[in-house]
């Protein structure tokens, strides 16, 4: 390596190792916001519920509503429901969602997630619980990405591949899309069939991991600058 050429290794070098550091440190303030985020969202979930009204008054307000327990009233018109693929410990099944039609907010429709049914249990319909209000936790299912979203829906037996709630709202609400809620909401009873209680709260948090990478390349960087800088003289 010539001298003139140390400044230029020095400045792309240097230039580079900034670069890292900083997706490093952003990652670090990702990891800090995530962590928060988590926290708060367990410790929703053992609050007490409140009304849809509230719940949509918190959403239309720009709050975060993700797990809210809420408690809601009203009415199944249809015993219409849809069938969305997933699974619960290991088994292969669905999560059924049906239309509730409330009565605060009066007439607005709420899109109940109620709970998972195997596949060999499915049915066109299922026995509504005994309970004056349905629980639940609020959930902002927005149009999903990738493999789920590509997949067209099984009209023979039932079956979708998405929680977007424009496309349920499609299936179980026709016709009345505009008065469907913005978000559904995962039943909290604890019924049997569909299988009530079954939210997930697990978090994907892999910002450290990343962080740790973005620092690791930067030192790496720095190691071979050095070396290339030793062996030049």
Not at 60 to 67: K, N, V
Not at 153 to 159: E, I, M, R, Y
Not at 213 to 225: D, E
């Amino acid at each position: 390596m010539t001298l003139s050429s140390k400044p230029l290794l020095l400045t792309l070098s240097g230039a580079a190792i900034l670069v890292l550091l900083t997706l490093g440190t952003w990652q670090v303030q990702r990891l800090q916001w995530k962590e928060d985020l988590i926290a708060k969202a367990e410790a929703r979930v053992d609050a007490a519920p409140v009304s849809i009204a509230e719940a949509l008054g918190r959403a239309e307000a720009g709050e975060d509503t993700e797990y809210l327990p809420v408690s809601a009233v009203g009415g199944f018109e249809s015993p219409d429901v849809a069938h969305v693929f997933g699974t619960w410990e290991g088994r292969a099944g669905a999560y059924v969602f049906q239309a509730m039609t409330l009565d605060e907010p009066e007439g607005r429709i709420l899109l109940v997630n109620r709970g998972f049914v195997p596949q060999d249990q499915w049915a066109e319909s299922y026995e509504l619980p005994d309970a004056e209000a349905f629980t639940g936790l609020v959930r902002n299912y927005g149009p999903e990405r990738g493999l789920s979203a590509a997949v067209a829906p099984d009209a023979g037996s039932n079956l979708l591949f998405t929680r977007s709630i424009e496309v349920l709202a499609d299936e179980l609400a026709p016709g009345r899309k505009d008065a469907v809620l913005p978000f559904a909401i995962d039943s909290t009873l604890p019924t049997e069939l569909p299988l009530g209680g079954t939210t997930r709260l697990e978090f994907r948090n892999a910002h450290l991991g990343y962080a740790l990478t973005w620092y690791g390349l930067a030192l790496g960087l720095a190691g071979v600058t050095f070396v290339l800088l030793r062996k030049s003289g």
